[in-house]
């Protein structure tokens, strides 16, 4: 079955601490996004890569890293930069050519103690 | 630049009764609109997708919606709903200008809560 992949579902993090989230995919799309989900607010752009090797920031991005060496993965680091990591993680891909519609992963519950 | 209202953040409606979730975008190209569903704890999953042709566009579970470009509205639409359609609503837009990375807007999110 192709689809997205996150791990873990749940990450408890203390503070000060990094803590990198999992995103693969075998759907063979070029383009992949994080997400941040809370609550009443929707979900908000951190970073996205269309191609291997190359991303960009999103709206939100200060506090967080990607990388994206394979095109089946794209995983996201939340430093100790962010001042308020505790929320819901998602990560999608696009579709290529005209349909553009993105396909999302299960989710990652990051919460901070 | 986009954006997206989604204008009521609860709906509560009754088993079988219709229910209409309302949006509204902004944007000063032309779009593409899509909207999603998310169960608790879960991922997004498509409901249906506005691209060209046919204004009326009809998705999965049996929820369509209606573009209409001079209200700049997208609304969702069921004539009947069930308990299982009890979830979290999302309105998305994303762009068609050639050489964006079409990420999505997304809407604050409607709360659709069907009572039995």
């Known amino acids: 079955d192709g689809g997205i992949t996150q791990s873990p579902k749940y990450l408890f993090r203390k503070e000060g601490q990094n803590v990198t989230l999992s995103c693969e995919q075998n759907?063979?799309?070029?383009?992949m996004y994080w997400y941040r989900q809370d609550p009443g607010q929707g979900l908000r752009l951190i970073y996205y890569s269309q191609i291997v090797n190359d991303f960009q920031k999103g709206d939100i991005a200060e506090g967080y890293s990607v990388s994206r060496e394979k095109k089946e993965s794209f995983p996201l680091t939340v430093t100790s930069a962010q001042k308020n990591p505790t929320a819901f993680y998602l990560c999608?891909?696009?579709?290529?050519?005209?349909?553009?519609?993105?396909?999302f992963g299960p989710g990652t519950r990051l919460t901070v103690l | 630049a986009q954006s997206v209202t989604q204008l009521d953040s609860q709906v509560p409606v009754f088993e079988e009764a219709p229910v209409e979730l309302r949006c509204n975008y902004s944007s000063s190209v032309s779009v593409y609109l899509f909207w999603y569903v998310q169960y608790p704890n879960q991922g997004l999953q498509l409901l249906l997708k506005?691209?060209?042709?046919?204004?009326l566009v009809k998705g999965i579970n049996g929820f369509e919606a209606e573009f209409n470009k001079s209200q700049t509205s997208f609304h969702l639409r069921k004539p009947s709903v069930h308990i299982s359609d009890t979830a979290e609503y999302f309105c998305?837009?994303?762009?068609?200008?050639?050489?964006?990375?079409?990420?999505?807007?997304f809407g604050s999110g409607t709360q659709l809560t069907v009572l039995p």
């Open positions: 998305a837009v994303s762009d068609l200008k050639r050489g964006s990375a079409r990420q999505l807007t």
């Open positions: 999608a891909s696009r579709a290529p050519g005209g349909r553009n519609e993105q396909f």
């Open positions: 759907l063979n799309h070029d383009a």
């Open positions: 506005y691209l060209s042709g046919s204004t």
